[in-house]
């Protein structure tokens, strides 16, 4: 027959008890027949009509051969503490043991001779040298929760009675202004970052924090889940969310710390349950709608008039309809998972630094952000992004739009100074110079043919046009590239002056493409990331008077490249991550091309 253990908990050295059984129990006959019932009733009714003896000293012997002295004092899950001839305590795994001494610990167990738990922990029960208390039949014993130890005190003025303030904030006032915070009123709404997150950063963060370094290793948080912004909360772990606005009975966070003590599941594992007052602080939160701020809307733009916030009004609706294809990289499987198109929107950093393609938000004007583009397309748009589920609601397109005009600013607080519009023609800056250079060079020709579309599409490229107004081109390869060789390049011949986007990354192509690229006179953005392109390769492209994109990411382009890139002083944006260009040679170019956006 096994027994159950609960699980371990942490340790506090506080003596131990002694709790007398019944009268009817200590007299029972000691016959084999008894023996065998005591076991029974012993699992029946927890052992709570048992006493808990002082056991005596034996000797233990380890799976290992060595041998030990000590006597047992109590158990806690799969770990018994046996204190030693020398007085101390040793926690000692269960299956550390030999078997004989594991059938003598299971035995002891099951007679009720030694009490659950911690014997430092036991300071609420009586003590072994405290006058026994007698428990009639119809009495119940029950176990009063652990007493927590007194505070510290220090005298006035001493520097361990200080306690840290919030930058800004009057010390005379921190304890009484953390009170008055720590826990909402009756009617008071509940706030995440005044209400919830005290409780998490007291009782939870040192399991569920940010990921940290200690003896040159990386600890990552317990089960994947952190709890140290709001964000991470609402977002969970890989197995599922924690927390379900609204509901009580799906909210895992909840579940926990409402769970019976004994219970294996039950958090916080350590220091004793929370509060009734934080546990309905939670609650309540919860069932107000797990909002990040008190009467705050969480994913709606209801309240858009005040200033769009990122952590109140987007993040919320881009993890709920985003993250699935975006977030942070992960393993699965012994695989890492990295996120599609290397974009992550997991943070407010990443959204704003976009991928290795560029920026995906041009603060201030939303028609000239992908990411505005991506979720305004029509609904039978293979591009449209959120691509699962249903297309945003024209709300929330709205309250995308507003924080892009707004700034795209991490705080409705925060300062955004729009950059001045200056006449294109005399100095364009920005991603306009490309939309108005792909408009003029629109004007200029007629779109292509349908036979010419089609012929395009036999090199394997999805060729499709930018929009409906204009005449000019998009070519990538997209599907299979590893596939794509230079000969694929001359399928576009028949549309090569209406070609504006190439994208070539992840191809299997040589210097050799480029011989066939340069005659693509109209083109204005070229992506080479990923590819064998090199220095010889790069020579080719200074007979491109409209190039203002250039990506050369992972390429074999060194500092040699540096002579014909200087060339190219329609530049806005050049990416050369990962390449074999050298910090001097990227000090070069920012001097050559001061204009130029250049990432490295």
């Keep these: 027959m096994m027994f159950n253990t609960p699980h371990q908990e942490g340790l506090s050295r506080l003596p131990m008890m002694e709790i007398h059984c019944s ?28 006493s808990w003896g002082e056991e005596p000293f034996r000797t233990f012997t380890a799976s290992s051969g060595q041998a030990f002295g000590g006597r047992v004092l109590s158990y806690e899950g799969q770990t018994f503490y046996i204190e030693g001839k020398d007085k101390k305590l040793y926690p000692v795994p269960f299956k550390q043991l030999s078997p004989d001494d594991q059938k003598y610990l299971i035995q002891i167990a099951r007679e009720g001779k030694i009490p659950k738990g911690d014997p430092r922990k036991l300071d609420a029960m009586e003590r072994p040298d405290e006058k026994p208390s007698v428990v009639s039949n119809s009495e119940e014993t029950t176990n009063p929760r652990p007493i927590a130890k007194p505070k510290p005190s220090f005298r006035k003025g001493s520097f361990f009675a200080y306690k840290p303030v919030n930058l800004g904030q009057d010390p005379s006032l921190a304890m009484e202004s953390k009170n008055v915070v720590s826990l909402p009123g009756p009617d008071e709404p509940v706030d995440f970052t005044n209400h919830v997150l005290p409780i998490l950063e007291e009782r939870c963060q040192s399991c569920h924090n940010a990921p940290y370094d200690k003896n040159g290793r990386t600890i990552h948080p317990k089960a994947g889940l952190r709890l140290d912004t709001y964000e991470w909360v609402m977002k969970g772990n890989l197995d599922d969310t924690v927390v379900e606005a609204g509901s009580l009975e799906n909210s895992y966070l909840y579940e926990v710390i409402t769970l019976d003590e004994e219970d294996d599941m039950f958090m916080p594992p350590k220091g004793g349950a929370l509060t009734a007052g934080q546990i309905d602080a939670i609650k309540r939160w919860i069932e107000e709608g797990a909002k990040p701020s008190a009467g705050g809307t969480g994913n709606t733009a209801s309240d858009m008039g005040k200033g769009i916030s990122f952590h109140n009004h987007i993040f919320p609706l881009i993890e709920e309809r985003c993250l699935d294809c975006h977030s942070e990289p992960y393993v699965k499987n012994g695989r890492t998972i990295h996120p599609k198109a290397g974009l992550r929107l997991d943070t407010y950093e990443w959204i704003i630094k976009g991928n290795l393609d560029g920026t995906i938000i041009e603060k201030g004007n939303a028609e000239e952000s992908t990411l505005h583009a991506v979720i305004t397309l029509d609904a039978d748009d293979p591009e449209i992004m959120p691509p699962k589920g249903e297309p945003l609601t024209e709300e929330e397109i709205n309250m995308f739009k507003q924080w892009i005009i707004e700034g795209a600013k991490e705080n409705p607080s925060d300062t955004f100074v729009p950059e001045k519009k200056e006449d294109i023609s005399a100095k364009p800056t920005g991603n306009e110079k490309v939309l108005s250079l792909v408009d003029q060079l629109s004007k200029r020709l007629k779109p292509p043919s349908k036979p010419q579309m089609d012929a395009a599409q036999k090199s394997g490229a999805l060729v499709t046009l930018l929009s409906a107004r ?69 020579e080719k492209l200074t007979s491109m008077p409209y190039l203002t994109y250039l990506n050369l990411v992972s390429s074999k382009v060194s500092d040699q490249s540096i002579k014909s890139i200087e060339t190219l002083t329609k530049l806005e944006e050049l990416y050369l991550w990962n390449s074999d260009v050298s910090e001097q040679g990227i000090a070069r170019l920012r001097k050559a091309l001061p204009e130029t956006k250049i990432l490295h």
């Design 470 to 538: 204009h005449s000019m081109v998009r070519a990538e390869f997209s599907s299979g590239p590893n596939l794509i060789k230079n000969d694929a390049i001359g399928a576009l011949s028949g549309i090569k002056n209406n070609v504006s986007h190439l994208d070539l990354s992840r191809t299997s192509v040589t210097d050799g493409v480029l011989s066939e690229v340069k005659k693509f006179k109209n083109l204005t953005w070229l992506n080479l990331k990923n590819t064998s392109i090199t220095d010889r390769g790069v």
């Design 23 to 50: 009268k009817y129990w200590r007299n029972s006959p000691h016959s084999i027949m008894a023996g065998r019932w005591f076991v029974i009733f012993a699992f029946i009714f927890g052992f709570s009509h048992f």
